[in-house]
């Protein structure tokens, strides 16, 4: 089993601040990477699927890179709206697996 | 598209459940779809997935020989039937349908609890 390990796990930022959020796997996964965002009660949102491609109607300011088992979630601009957990999944074997997740409060 | 889910409730541990998930706005039968777990305050957990014409069905060992997804594709309805349940079973489920490229999941369902009481 891949085992994807988030961190930090909180980040506390303020609106306007760029985030990154770092996801890392047991072992690679070449680009077999999604990154969602879940809000309070809601479920979780696909924002970037095959490492760095963004999912419909997810805004510019999200982007993806990485490949192998090294990975990044970059927010260029905090918008209130952002404020949530992400989560990163791995695609590329089975069990699919998950990261704990990294939760994005306001500071 | 949308994944409207229903079922799910208080049952007994050791009892069973069959959660449901309606589906709408593409062409279901032709869609892999998965069911993921979330317990209270933790991740996300992958249950089970479904390839079209329920060819192929892939468990987690956590639900392996308890759990039984299904779909009719009919009535564009996926299933999962939850037997044996246990307290470690207690989750808000969510059915969710696959990408067109890979195994991430681009559509969620509302997602429905399931509580596991002794």
């Known amino acids: 089993e891949i085992v994807l390990s988030q961190s930090p796990a909180t980040l506390s930022l303020s609106p306007g601040e760029r985030v990154t959020l770092s996801c890392r796997a047991s072992?690679?996964?070449?680009?077999?990477l999604a990154w969602y965002q879940q809000k309070s009660g809601r479920a979780p949102r696909l924002l970037i699927y095959?490492?760095?491609n963004r999912a419909t109607g997810v805004p510019a300011r999200f982007s993806g890179s990485g490949s192998g088992a090294d990975f990044t979630l970059t927010i260029s601009s905090l918008e209130p709206e952002d404020f949530a957990v992400y989560y990163c999944?791995?695609?590329?074997?089975?069990?699919?697996?998950f990261g704990g997740g990294t939760k994005v409060e306001i500071k | 598209v949308q994944l409207l889910q229903s079922g799910g409730g208080l049952v007994q541990t050791g009892g069973s459940l069959r959660l449901s998930c309606a589906v709408s706005g593409f062409t279901f039968s032709s869609d892999d779809m998965t069911w993921v777990r979330q317990a209270p305050g933790k991740g996300l957990e992958w249950v089970s997935s479904?390839?079209?014409?329920?060819?192929?069905?892939l468990y987690a060992d956590s639900v392996k020989g308890r759990f039984t997804i299904s779909r009719d594709d009919s009535e564009n309805t996926l299933y999962l039937q939850l037997s044996i349940l246990r307290a470690e079973d207690t989750a808000l489920y969510y059915c969710?349908?696959?990408?067109?490229?890979?195994?991430?999941?681009?559509?969620w369902g509302q997602g429905t609890q399931v509580t596991v009481s002794s």
């Open positions: 999944q791995q695609c590329a074997s089975w069990p699919l697996t």
């Open positions: 095959e490492a760095s």
């Open positions: 969710a349908k696959k990408c067109a490229s890979s195994w991430c999941h681009d559509s």
């Open positions: 479904i390839t079209p014409g329920g060819t192929t069905t």
């Open positions: 072992q690679s996964v070449g680009r077999a």
